[in-house]
């Protein structure tokens, strides 16, 4: 259990007439569902606490307030993750795009490497890798698995950019990293984290599995749409589920082009298709090296006969 009982006990107390019941009764029709879930909350009361929080607030003021976090006092790390095409990318650029209406002054980068994407607006810079990405900046770091995945946790490169990411806080720079799955990435990537963000087909197995009061929470609060997304605010311990537009300046097919070939699961069926069919060369070869050195070694009893 998180938090402490007794303060949790007291909260429930002070507002189960004015939030939790009605909370329930909006949620479900039937008397036996409410009674259930009345239970459930009372036996679970930080996922109570939480799950109302989200719901005392409008969509608005936690939109606001989650914005002020991430753009304004220390730089901020915050990851993205959700299915593909659940629409982490359109959220990210969204955000960019009210903190640039809103006269942050801040200058903000798109980092991925190949070309300049078509779609996007003259006021978002491009970048090859981060460190292209001056100090005092936003910068949004797309596909993270393609460059920065836990399978290559040793190479230089994950190194380089996670040694990077402990000292932006130093720099003034908030980065979002999007990725399809929370695994696909350094796991020191993911603890440097200050905010989660969960997209429409994430998976939570493993960022629920030490808590499970957590777990409750990611769970019930889940987007069911790809207009919603779910904030966990690690430093303050808050969980909001917030709907959001698209940026002014999408464009889905223009989008889907710079995605198109990226497909995680079958660059990982590919990857094991390689290993597999080195693995067979190599048996292969040792193999022949073994017939070969046995056919030497070979004895032929016709040369101990007479002719």
């Known amino acids: 259990m998180s938090g402490n009982i007794a303060e949790l006990e007291e909260w429930f107390y002070e507002n189960e007439t004015i939030y939790v019941i009605p909370y329930i009764e909006k949620k479900f029709n039937s008397t036996y569902a409410q009674e259930a879930e009345y239970n459930f909350m009372r036996q679970h009361l930080y996922f109570t606490k939480k799950i109302i929080k989200n719901s005392m607030l409008d969509n608005d003021t936690k939109f606001l307030k989650f914005l002020e976090m991430f753009a304004y006092g220390k730089s901020k790390i915050c990851t993205i993750i959700g299915g593909r095409g659940s629409g982490k990318t359109a959220l990210a650029m969204f955000v960019i795009e009210q903190l640039f209406e809103k006269g942050h002054q801040k200058n903000i980068y798109y980092v991925k490497k190949g070309e300049r994407p078509e779609w996007l607006p003259s006021w978002i810079h491009s970048a090859q890798a981060m460190e292209e990405v001056p100090n005092k900046s936003f910068a949004v770091l797309d596909e993270t698995v393609l460059e920065y995945g836990s399978r290559n946790f040793y190479s230089d490169e994950n190194k380089s950019f996670t040694e990077r990411l402990v000292i932006l806080r130093h720099k003034d720079t908030s980065i979002f990293l999007i990725t399809q799955h929370s695994k696909l ?74 995605f198109k070939d990226f497909n995680p699961e079958q660059k990982k069926r590919m990857e094991r298709t390689k290993r597999y069919k080195e693995e067979i ?8 090296i073994r017939a070969k050195n046995n056919k030497k070694d070979s004895i032929n009893v016709g040369d101990f006969l007479d002719s």
Do not use: C
């Not at 966990?232 to 909001?240: K, M, Q, T, V």
């Not at 060369?281 to 022949?288: D, G, T, V």
């Open 185 to 258: 990435i350094d796991i020191n990537i993911r603890r440097l984290s200050d905010i989660l963000i969960y997209k429409k087909g994430s998976n939570i197995e493993e960022e629920g599995k030490f808590d499970e009061e957590r777990h409750l929470i990611l769970n019930r609060l889940m987007p069911r749409k790809n207009t919603e997304s779910l904030i966990e605010i690690r430093f303050l311990n808050i969980f909001w589920v917030i709907e959001t537009e698209l940026p002014s300046f999408w464009d889905d097919n223009k989008v889907s082009k710079t």
């Open 281 to 288: 060369a190599r048996l292969q070869e040792k193999e022949n």
